[in-house]
């Protein structure tokens, strides 16, 4: 089955009204492919910015992070119907630094998926290993348990884009090679045929994340289980758009 290639662009805690401004403003003035489905993250404050700025047809707005309850007495947090009504249709949830900074569990990441998915929102979930993790052979034990807690609780995920974002290669310039990325995914797909069926296993779209930029993206471009990118740093540039292009 023929999986539509998805480029996200995660914008983390960077940019400014200006910078972030430019960005949009970039990509309104390319051609881009109608066939990709891109999503940008910018920072909470500026989904509006980007919502209200942004002419491209393909491009979509998400969040970074979202609650795993409704709106309320949650200093601080970010709840799934404020994001709708921003206009934003994602969110990220299970980044790594989310997860090791903030120090999320598996469960409460699979909460907010489960809130954020009733309540209307997509979703790239993003999963993916520490370097000790990798080097003790614990990659996909790792990947298929955050991916567990969510399956345990969500059954439908037509709404579910997976980010496999191995931690040591995050924001590092690292990159995994298109092969061991490859084998990653294909191991992360079979876990998926396990837990939630073989057709959507088959139809989610698994990103591969992690120092992928306008050079190295086109590396990937033959590998059957690599169906887009989630994407850091280089979403703040203008070879962004060679990213996006990257399968042409
Ligand atoms: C990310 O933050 O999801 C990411 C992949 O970052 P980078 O591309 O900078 O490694």
Redo the contacts with the bound molecule.
């Keep these: 089955m023929a999986r539509q290639f998805f480029v996200g662009g995660?914008f983390?805690a960077n940019g400014t009204k200006s910078s972030i401004t430019q960005i949009v403003e970039n990509l309104n003035t390319q051609d881009l492919p109608k066939e990709v489905e891109v999503v940008v993250c910018p920072p909470s404050l500026y989904i509006d910015l980007v919502v209200k700025e942004n002419k491209q047809p393909t491009v979509q707005v998400g969040a970074q992070n979202v609650f795993n309850k409704p709106c309320g007495a949650f200093t601080g947090e970010l709840c799934a119907e404020q994001i709708l009504d921003a206009g934003a249709k994602w969110t990220l949830t299970g980044?790594s630094?989310r997860r090791t900074i903030i120090k999320e569990s598996d469960e409460f990441i699979a909460e907010k998926t489960k809130y954020a998915l009733d309540h209307g929102l997509s979703v790239i979930l993003?999963i993916g290993e520490t370097l000790e993790e990798r080097k003790s052979g614990i990659t996909l034990q790792v990947c298929a348990r955050q991916l567990d807690a969510v399956s345990k609780i969500v059954s439908d995920w037509s709404k579910v884009v997976v980010?496999y974002?191995p931690v040591w290669?995050?924001?590092?310039g690292l990159a995994a090679t298109p092969d061991d990325a490859q084998e990653t995914h294909k191991e992360i797909r079979e876990h998926l045929v396990k837990t939630i069926g073989k057709d959507q296993a088959e139809a989610t779209r698994i990103l591969y994340?992690?120092?992928?930029n306008g050079k190295n993206a086109v590396e990937f471009k033959d590998k059957p289980d690599i169906d887009g990118f989630?994407?850091?740093?280089?979403s703040l540039k203008p070879e962004f758009v060679n990213i996006i292009k990257s399968r042409l």
Aim: glycine share 24%; charged share 15%.
């Design positions: 995660n983390k980044h630094e993003c980010a974002e290669a995050i924001g590092t994340g992690g120092s992928v989630l994407v850091g740093g280089a």
